[in-house]
């Protein structure tokens, strides 16, 4: 049957469209945890195409076309794999053949070429879980400096000895923990850029 023909009906007898979920249900949000570091307790954020310890997350939201748009102002990760949010499609993480942990774009599966899908794991924990990678062969993240930069935020790789980190120095680089809280609001992004 066309949709053409069962419309006119639907109206008729009041049907009406179900609201949008907005919640989720299998969130986290993570912190890096190295104790005696710069890195100790900071957020990792998404922004860039990639992971940072400390910073800022950078999101955009149309709100020419979604009102209200969401706070964009942390990063949410949905399930082990993916960045909790709005845009359709969703992002997805993933590790570049450097290391370096990424997600893709808005609306895009596109990876570059030699880039794995993780494997991520998010282990839940009360009152803190851990979230981690075996992508490459790796043992969880690292975080590793960028002094050509002039921010204090440190860029995610997965910890594997032979990551194209931006120092070229991988002893530069400093392996953390991944602590995790669940998260359970509303979209906190509409995507991250």
Partial sequence: MKLA????TALAVGVTALPVEKRGTAGFTA???RSGSPIHLLPINAAGSGLYVGGSPSTF???DIVDPCPPGNETVFAN???LYVEVPGG??????????????????ISMPSGSQQGPFEWYKGSPTGTFTTTSFGANGFMACPDYSTNTTAWQVFAAIQN???PTGNVADCLGFDALTTEYSGNFPAWEYV
């Fill in 163 to 165: 990551a194209t980190v």
């Fill in 80 to 82: 082990a794999a993916n």
């Fill in 5 to 8: 023909a069962i419309l006119p």
């Fill in 91 to 108: 992002q997805a993480l993933f590790v570049k053949a450097s290391g370096a942990v990424s997600y893709t774009s808005p609306h895009s």
């Fill in 61 to 63: 939201c149309p709100s």
């Fill in 31 to 33: 912190i890096a945890a």
